[in-house]
């Protein structure tokens, strides 16, 4: 990979989950890589991602004229809705433009025309909609415009020539959030009766107190460390 002008990404020592990420600064910030070769037919991405920066051009492309499939970003544009990413663009161009994938945060599939990202870490999961795929040649720079550069910090992104099976989706998932993404932690949980707890992402309980069912709902896993009765 390689970079040019004087921003180059950064490395951020323990930046998720005390593993060591690429920073690619803010929205704008110049920060960007570029691929060796262009790589086409890409059919699943999954990626362990922080778009604290503002969110971008997550997978982008040098081509003019190309469909930009993997964009996201955090930014409103309209009060009533957030999209996938704001820039210059005509509204209508960066809605035609978020459609160009399915996309899953954190395990559940979002419509992108609602949901951006959700600014911490989280595991963005994007599948074109178009049959061929979709293609790429760097991260975080469109078209070579700077002022389209920046806006994440990455961990680690999966990318496939195929689109996976529900299964392989969930494993993959699970294998990058386990990894990346700190878990939610709750001290003591006290029960006075059956509860469910829905795990959207993972769970640790470190004491669970009281009488009642413990039901766990959702994708994520509980994990409780002690019980008193």
């Known amino acids: 990979m390689s970079f040019a002008g004087k921003n180059a990404p950064a490395l951020r020592p323990a930046g998720m989950n005390g593993l060591n990420a690429v920073d690619m600064g803010f929205v704008g910030s110049g920060q960007y890589l570029k691929f060796s070769s262009n790589l086409t037919g890409i059919k699943t991405v999954l990626m362990a ?3 604290a920066g503002g969110g971008g051009y997550c997978l982008s492309t040098s081509a003019a004229d190309s469909k930009i499939p993997f964009t996201r970003g955090q930014i409103p544009i309209l009060a009533t809705k957030t999209f996938a990413y704001s820039s210059d663009y005509p509204l209508l161009y960066i809605e035609d433009m978020v459609q160009w994938c399915y996309a899953w945060l954190d395990g559940k599939m979002v419509d992108p025309m609602l949901t951006s990202y ?42 496939y020539d195929r689109i996976l099976t529900e299964t392989e989706r969930c494993a993959a998932e699970a294998y990058l959030r386990g990894k990346w993404i700190v878990p939610a932690r709750i001290g003591t949980l006290s029960l006075t009766g059956d509860a469910t707890l829905k ?11 009281g009488s009642g069912r413990l039901t766990k709902t959702g994708a994520g896993q509980l994990t409780v460390r002690g019980k008193s009765a």
């Open 49 to 51: 991602v922080n778009a």
């Open 118 to 159: 959700s600014g911490g870490d989280q595991i963005l999961t994007l599948v074109p909609t178009s049959a061929n795929g979709g293609s790429a040649d760097g991260l975080c720079l469109d078209r070579g415009l700077i002022g389209h550069s920046g806006g994440m910090c990455y961990g680690e992104i999966l990318v």
């Open 199 to 209: 795990a959207e992402g993972d769970v640790t309980v470190d004491r669970v107190i």
